[in-house]
């Protein structure tokens, strides 16, 4: 098997605390992290755990500012996903039309 080196940044607590967490369970971070690799090509799916996460700045604004459109009623619901996608289709033709006539 031919090897690869990956590199990434993370937080040095992050990285201590699991590298803790190998070390007690007998094995090393490396490969926790080419389990973790071939389980995301198997699976094609990532899992994020906001648990220990606080919501940054811009998350909280765009929440605020969906909220307020949602009771301004700015907001377009779709029973279906082909309904959806007609009003896109709309939208995108509707926006070629303004641009095409400047």
Known sequence: MQSAVINFTTE???KQDA???AKKMG???STVLNN???HFVRTKRVVFS???E???QWLINALKESEEDEKAGR???FKTPREALDYLDKEIA???RKLSSH
């Open 36 to 38: 973790y690799l071939k």
């Open 75 to 77: 907001v377009t619901t």
């Open 12 to 14: 040095e607590k992050t």
């Open 94 to 96: 509707d926006e070629k």
């Open 54 to 56: 606080t919501p940054n």
């Open 50 to 52: 906001a648990e220990d």
């Open 27 to 29: 094995i090393s971070l």
């Open 19 to 21: 590298q803790k967490v």
